[in-house]
């Protein structure tokens, strides 16, 4: 049986869609932001904290559990500047828990989300794995914090571990039953088609004088249920044995500025937007765009969706949104 913690979260509630077709999962999920109706009711639901050692206690001693595959986290950039304890408590205090229960269990088998915000303002524009990781603020900092606790585990308790370094995560499953719901919405795409949809009076583009060729941030947007097939390929590696320990970027490998993702959702609505722009946004840096090249040659994944179908599963979704 898989334990997925934040199972009930966006990329959470797409990685247990896949997930349950091969393997018998648990998700554990507090519903701060996630959502009950996401969860695939194949899966077994426990709703609680997992900071709480006794929900854990109680998971892993009546559940046959091989492996943990972690996504519940805050995760905006901006709230991470104004509130970091809340980044530090649930991000790094709960996952050390929740690490400590599953080696007290003999669990070692642990699957980690990670972040393109590890890597701070990098120096060049295709950022491989290998590169530095400087963060430029707390979300980024409690991320790469668990990563090196990782690798001190690993070498001290036997913990096998995959960190996947998600770039921009969007889009929806093709369904159009499950999505992206976050209360206040701050993504860049559901925003913009949030607008679209008649639900905001404009969007706004946070600055517009970075040093790229239109002037707007460069990011790297990769298709949910694209980074929840990389979790499948992740986790065969763990338990078949060919992977003890490694980090892989999840991108697509290709850039698109703030403008370029207005108008690709323009084209996809056929609707056109009100676009004011206003200050840059703190801790944004200029481009990050991903090179997944080391999870294709040792796992053979890639991105398989562009960015229009990421965004026409994204509006498909918004059209039908259930939650
Ligand atoms: N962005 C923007 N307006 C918005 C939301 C986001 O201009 O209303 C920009 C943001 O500055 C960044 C990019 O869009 O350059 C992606 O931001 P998002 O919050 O979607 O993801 P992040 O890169 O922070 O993970």
């Keep these: 049986m898989i334990l997925v913690v934040g199972g009930a979260g966006y990329i959470g509630s797409h990685l247990v869609k896949e997930l349950v077709e091969k393997e018998q999962v648990i998700v554990l999920d507090n519903l701060s932001t996630g959502h009950r109706e996401a969860v695939d009711h194949r899966a077994v639901f426990f709703q609680g904290d997992l900071g709480d050692e006794e929900n854990l206690e109680f998971v892993f001693s009546n559940y046959p ?5 972690h996504f519940a986290a805050n995760s905006l950039v901006g709230e991470s ?3 970091p304890m ?14 400590r229960v599953m080696l007290d269990h003999n669990v070692n088998n642990f699957i980690f989300s990670s972040t393109a915000a590890t890597y701070g303002v990098p120096n060049v524009d295709i950022i491989n794995e290998t590169m530095q990781t400087l963060p430029i603020n ?11 606790i990782l690798q001190d585990y690993s070498k001290a308790y036997n913990l096998n571990y995959i960190v996947l370094r998600y770039f921009n995560a969007a889009g929806a499953d093709e369904s159009g039953h499950i999505g992206e719901s976050h209360e206040p919405e701050t993504h860049l795409i559901p925003v913009i088609l949030q607008h679209l949809a008649g639900k905001r009076d404009k969007i706004s583009i946070f600055g517009s004088d970075y040093n790229t060729p239109d002037g707007t941030c460069i990011r790297d947007y990769i298709h949910v249920t694209d980074i929840a097939n990389a979790h499948i390929h992740a986790l065969n590696s763990l338990l078949n044995g060919t992977n003890k ?6 991108g697509n490998g290709l850039g698109y500025s703030v403008k370029e993702i207005i108008e690709t959702c323009e084209t996809v609505t ?16 200029a481009i990050l765009v991903a090179s997944s090249r080391k999870i294709y040659e040792e796992l053979g994944w890639k991105a398989e969706k562009n960015l229009k179908q990421i965004i026409e599963s994204a509006w498909n979704w918004h059209q039908n949104q259930r939650y």
């Design 81 to 83: 500047v104004i509130n």
């Design 138 to 148: 707390p979300y980024g900092r409690s991320k790469l914090m668990i990563e090196q």
């Design 86 to 99: 809340k980044y530090y408590e649930n991000n790094v205090s709960s996952t050390l828990t929740l690490l």
């Design 245 to 250: 320990t490694a980090i892989y970027n999840l």
């Design 270 to 285: 056929g609707l056109k937007a009100n676009v004011e722009i206003t200050d840059r946004r703190e801790g944004d840096p």
């Design 65 to 69: 559990i091989k492996a943990v595959m």
